[in-house]
């Protein structure tokens, strides 16, 4: 019986009016070009997007390792950004945050880049630069969207930590990483709860030399030490003055760590260029996100899949 329901095969037919619509047509002939012409079908696949340099190789397989999109240029918020905000989608919807408690926080393209733009400049002023490691630690908000393309913005490097792990996860992180700024909430909210956030970060930061600790303050403030800073506050006393920084395709735009539950978590990184054009690709074929979908990935932004498809592929 085992057997037979493992040589089984059946095909489900999509409606047809699905597959009219489908932004991929023809399965068979694009696996076999993607698998018989691979630069040139990434390669066709990342001209969709704007580069400050072009590449030289699509790719470079020296097994293990391996380059994509070689000596090009681009930033990730460019393409998430900029492209759209200086464009036709300049005042189209990009996010709508809604809280658990109902409210709803939307921007468009324009207003997006703006409070990115702002809030790097904030960064910028406390001397975050490119290649330098920034840990996020926040509940799912829009301000937790915004540092994340904010550090992309500037090739500063950023590390999400989800905001469920514990104090001993989220300093082993930090240590590893070698961050020397941490974006973190005070709070998160559960069921109309409040969730203590703050202990959290301050027994994990304890004994640690950071630059800088920014809090975005949801609950009552509370009064904060000279390296401590209010995220909202750094975001009113920012000028909206910066644009992505060009870094190479293979410059790393995150570390995302492993759980740990099979060993010591493992810092995986992944970089600008082949990231952009992968995610976007995956988004646009495999999950059939269309430009006037409103898209919800039921995920959070401390995991891959938030990295990917809630912030990253969907802007891009």
């Known amino acids: 019986m085992l ?19 489908a932004n991929l047509k023809d399965f068979d002939a694009e696996y076999k070009r993607s698998i018989e012409d691979p630069e040139g079908f990434w390669g066709d696949w990342a001209q969709r997007y704007e580069w400050f340099k072009p590449w030289d190789k699509v790719m470079e397989w020296d097994y293990p390792n391996h380059k994509w999109f070689v000596s090009a240029e681009t930033n990730i918020t460019l393409n998430a950004l900029d492209r759209h905000a200086d464009g036709a989608n300049r005042n189209k919807l990009a996010l709508i945050w809604i809280g658990e408690d109902g ?6 393209y324009y207003e997006l880049r703006r409070l990115v733009s702002k809030f ?11 290649g330098d490691r920034v840990v996020i630690y926040m509940p799912l908000t829009m301000e937790g969207v915004i540092s994340m393309l904010a550090c992309a913005r500037l090739g500063a490097i950023h590390s999400v930590v989800y905001a469920g792990m514990g104090v001993g996860a989220l300093r082993d992180r930090i240590l590893d990483a070698g961050a020397e700024v941490v974006i973190a909430g005070d709070v ?9 956030l703050r ?4 027994q994990a930061l304890e004994d640690l030399l950071l630059r800088h600790v920014i ?4 609950e009552m403030q509370s009064d904060l030490r000279p390296h ?3 995220f909202h506050e750094l975001m009113a006393a920012s000028p909206a003055e910066v644009g992505p920084e060009p ?4 410059h790393p735009l995150y570390i995302l760590y492993t759980s740990g539950s099979t060993g010591t978590p493992k810092g995986v990184v992944h970089v600008h260029g082949g990231y952009m054009v992968g995610t976007g690709y995956h988004l646009r074929t495999f999950y059939d996100v269309k430009d006037n979908d409103v898209y919800w990935a039921t995920s959070d932004i401390g995991w891959v899949v938030g990295h990917s498809y809630i912030v990253y592929a969907p802007l891009v």
Do not use: C
């Open 188 to 196: 998160s909210y559960r069921r109309g709860k409040a969730v203590d």
């Open 215 to 218: 809090w975005h303050q949801r």
């Open 247 to 250: 870094v190479d395709a293979e």
């Open 120 to 130: 790097a400049t904030g960064l910028r002023s406390l001397g975050v630069k490119k």
């Open 3 to 21: 057997e037979q329901i493992l040589q089984h095969e059946e095909v489900f037919r999509g409606p047809d009016w699905l597959i009219e619509q």
């Open 228 to 230: 401590e800073v209010d």
């Open 103 to 108: 409210s709803e926080h939307k921007v468009t």
């Open 199 to 202: 202990s959290i970060v301050e």
